[in-house]
């Protein structure tokens, strides 16, 4: 964490980051955007962010008429990475049973094929993206299954460790700057922060010093104390490429028995 960091960054997470520094480590980050459809000044705003902090970004975008603007968009802001948002991030979820795009009658087939149109229609935009994002982070056991005969080489959803296999490489994000019940707002320096810790002691008690931490937003959904946030949070810490990340990635485990 550099010096300049606010007093109740080094509160939080001072001790912890000590003990980190003894070992000769510092906490791996990566950061990723959701809900992307257009360009905004909202998405303005965000690219400045990363220009401005050297923070290389991971943008989950949603098809759609404006995708190629989009794309256009992002290709002008350096280290950003396009990846994919769902099918069209609409839930089919029944009542009660949280939020997701793929329900369980879904077959492989037809996963399958929504998912070769949806990399489809991001090449027609002129992106190739490698990294599928389930809205609402829900995972399903289809989409493992069906990104093996695809572009996509990863997924990312939320809170698991990094993980190789199954036809994708997994790399989480674990940290929302948001909280969502009754409508998304800042998710406060204190909870945002008391999280980073815990999952960085998890992390040094286990050893697992390079399982990476990813730091999630939504810029259309930011009030002004997330932006203010985001920007010390930028300042004090160094942001790592999702590729990056990705090829450091630990090799797959070996099967238990033959
Ligand atoms: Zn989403």
Redesign the pocket.
């Known amino acids: 964490m550099r010096s300049s960091a606010p007093l109740v960054f080094r509160l939080i997470l001072g001790r912890e980051l000590r003990l980190w520094a003894r070992a000769g480590r510092a906490p791996l980050l990566w950061w990723r955007d959701?809900?992307a459809r257009a360009p905004t000044e909202a998405l303005d705003r965000l690219l400045e962010l990363s220009r401005r902090h050297n923070a290389p970004l991971t943008l989950?975008a949603?098809a759609g008429p404006h995708l190629p603007a989009l794309v256009r968009r992002v290709e002008a802001a350096p280290a950003v990475e396009i990846a994919i948002?769902?099918f069209n991030?609409i839930n089919r979820q029944p009542p009660g049973r949280g939020f997701g795009e793929i329900v369980a009658e879904d077959s492989l087939e037809w996963v399958g094929a929504q998912l070769r149109a949806t990399v489809m229609a991001f090449h027609r935009a002129g992106a190739r993206p490698t990294l599928f994002v389930p809205?609402?982070n829900n995972l399903a056991p289809q989409l493992l299954e069906a990104v093996g005969g695809s572009a996509i080489t990863a997924i990312s959803a939320f809170d698991e460790n990094r993980q190789s296999g199954q036809g994708a490489m997994r790399l989480d994000a674990h940290l929302d700057v948001l909280r969502w019940k009754g409508g998304g707002r800042f998710r406060g320096r204190w909870r945002f922060l008391s999280r980073m810790r815990r999952l960085m002691a998890k992390r040094r008690l286990s050893g697992r010093w390079d399982e990476p931490m990813g730091v999630l937003t939504?810029h259309l959904d930011h009030d002004a104390a997330t932006w203010a946030f985001l920007d010390e949070f930028l300042a004090a810490f160094p942001i790592h490429a999702r590729a990056d990340l990705m090829l450091a990635a630990p090799p797959e485990r070996e099967a238990l028995s033959a």
Do not use: N
């Open positions: 959701d809900d989950a949603i948002h769902g991030h809205p609402w939504h």
